[in-house]
Nanobody
Framework: QVQLVESGGGLVQAGGSLRLSCAAS????????MGWFRQAPGKERAFVAA????????RYADSVKGRFTISRDNAKNTVYLQMNSLKPEDTAVYYC??????????????????WGQGTQVTVSS
């Protein structure tokens, strides 16, 4: 089982930027795809972005394309989410997640089964 710890959330004005980090431990980080999800008040948890184990393949929700960038540093067992041009509708608890081993690509979002505790991102208008 992998342990995931997010950091970097906070309060930012619309148009601002934040970078979230997720530190992983407990298994070989470089062998696994990683992802970010978010849950806004009163809504279900939703997919934000994912990255393959090599970092060569990324996937984004339409709502964040062009504004958010997912990346990873396998030497540091860490995945990042750079969030630019933030909007009030980006306000949510952001979760780091990992799926079981999946080869070279990115599995379906339903396959992600290990979760961090979440970090709050609040964007003021």
């Amino acid at each position: 089982q992998v342990q995931l710890v997010e950091s970097g959330g906070g309060l930012v004005q619309a148009g601002g930027s934040l970078r979230l980090s997720c530190a992983a431990s407990g298994r070989t980080f470089s062998m696994y795809a990683m992802g970010w999800f978010r849950q806004a008040p009163g809504k279900e948890r939703a997919f934000v972005a994912a990255i393959s184990w090599s970092g060569r393949i990324t996937r984004y929700a339409d709502s964040v394309k062009g504004r958010f960038t997912i990346s990873r540093d396998n030497a540091k067992n860490t995945v990042y989410l750079q969030m630019n041009s933030l909007k009030p509708e980006d306000t949510a608890v952001y979760y780091c997640a990992a799926p079981p081993p999946y080869g070279s690509g990115i599995p379906d979002q339903n396959e992600f089964d290990s979760w961090g505790q979440g970090t709050q991102v609040t964007v003021s208008s």
